[in-house]
C-alpha cells in the first residue's frame, strides 16, 4: 500500500487572499464582526486590499514562485499609510463609495472670492495711461473720457438699483442730462453745470409719466439722486479742467485722491487696530484713516508748490488733508449703498476692481472740494 502524503495545509498564496476575502466575518480571532463595529466593513476591505498586495512568503522565508505577479503598492495606496478619502459604507449599500475631498471646492472658493491682483495691477495701469495721454495731448479728449466714465457709472449704479431693488430710475435722460452738465461746466462754468442738474430733474419726472403711477416718487427719487451723486459731481472735474493749468491741477486732484486711498491701506494693514466704521466697512481703521491723511497731505504740500502756479505748500497741506477726509467718506457712502443693495461691487467691467462706480466713489465727492479750494488759493 502506498504511503499517504502528509497534509500539505492551506496554499499559501490561496490562503490569505481567500482569507481576506471573507467580509462577513474577521480576519483575526481578536476582531469583532464586521456588522458589530462602526466602519469594521470599510477596515476590512483596506486591510484584504493590503494583504493581495503583499507579496507572499514560500517555504523558508524565500519569496512564493510568481509573487511577482503582486505588484507592490504605490506610494499613495492605503496599504502604504498615506491619507486617503475614507469611505462611506451605506446599509444596503454593496460597495462603500469614497466620498471626494471638499478641500479643493473650499480653495477655489477663497480664490474667486478675492481680488486678481495681476489683472487689478494692469488695468491701474492702463487707464493711467489713458488719463496722462488724454491729458497732456489734446485736453478736450479727457472730457470725453469724463463723459465716458460718467454715462457707464450711471448705467451700473440704474442697473443695480433695478436688480436688487426694482427701482426703475430713467436711464435716457440721465445720461443725456449728465453729458450735458459735463460740457456746460466745462465751457460756461458752474452756473450752467446747475441749470443743466435742475433740468435734467425735471427730464427724469417727465420721462417716467410714460410708465404706470405706482411707485412714480420712489423712481423720480433715486434719478434725481443718481443726476446729483453721479454726473454732477464729475462736473467740477470738468471746471478744474478748463483752468489754463488744467492738466496740472487734474493731476494734483487725481494723486491726492490716489494717496488717500494707498495710506490708509498701507498703515491700516500694518497697525490697523481701532476700527473707523466697522457696521458700514469692518476692514477700514482711525490708524488707517490717520496714514491716509498724511501721505496726502505730504502729496499736495509737494504738488501745490511745485507744479501749481502761485501755490504754496501750506496750502497743498490743508488741501491734501481735506481731500483725505472727504475721500474716506465718499468711500463710505459707497459701501452704505452697495451693503443696502446687498453687492460687493457696483459692476464687473474692470477685472480685479469691480465697476467704474466701485473707482468712482472716493473721486465724486473729492472732486468739489478740491476745485473750491484751488479757486479760492489761485483762482478759478
Known sequence: MPPVPADPGPDPVEGPAREAGRLSGPLFRDEQPAAAVPGAAETVVLRAIADDAAPTPGPG????PGASAYPAPPQNHPAAGQPHPVPSFHPGQET????????????????????????????????????????FVVKALFLV??????????????????????????????????????????????????ASLALTGLAVMVWRMAEPPENYLRDITAGVF??????????FVAMMLAADDGAQRIVLFLIVTICSDTGAYAVG????????????????TRE?????????????????????????????????????????????????????????????????????????????????VVWLLLAAFVGS
Open 269 to 284: 494693514y500694518k497697525f490697523g487696530k481701532t476700527k473707523l466704521a466697522p457696521t458700514i466697512s469692518p476692514g477700514k
Open 61 to 64: 522565508g524565500q519569496p512564493y
Open 288 to 368: 488707517g484713516l490717520a496714514g491716509g491723511i498724511a501721505l496726502s497731505m505730504l502729496a499736495g504740500a509737494l504738488l501745490m508748490q511745485l507744479i501749481i502756479d502761485d501755490g504754496s505748500w501750506w496750502q497743498g497741506l490743508i488741501l491734501g488733508g481735506c481731500a483725505a477726509v472727504t475721500a474716506t467718506l465718499g468711500d463710505l457712502g459707497e459701501s452704505m449703498i452697495k451693503r443696502d443693495l446687498g453687492i460687493k461691487d457696483m459692476g464687473t467691467l474692470l477685472p480685479g476692481h469691480g465697476g467704474i462706480m466701485d473707482r468712482l466713489d472716493s473721486l465724486l465727492p473729492t472732486a468739489p
Open 226 to 235: 443718481t443726476a446729483f451723486y453721479v454726473p454732477f459731481l464729475a462736473t
Open 96 to 135: 462603500p463609495v469614497a466620498q471626494p475631498d471638499p478641500q479643493p471646492q473650499q480653495q477655489q472658493r477663497k480664490q474667486r472670492g478675492g481680488r486678481n491682483l495681476q489683472a487689478a495691477i494692469g488695468v491701474g495701469v492702463g487707464l493711467g495711461a489713458v488719463i496722462i495721454a488724454s491729458l
Open 145 to 194: 473720457v469724463v463723459m465716458a466714465a460718467v454715462s457707464v457709472g450711471i448705467w451700473e449704479l440704474t442697473s443695480r438699483l433695478s436688480e436688487r431693488k426694482q427701482i426703475k430710475a430713467p436711464l435716457v435722460p440721465l445720461v443725456a442730462g449728465g453729458i450735458a452738465m459735463i460740457a456746460t461746466g466745462y465751457w460756461s462754468g458752474v452756473q450752467w453745470a446747475a
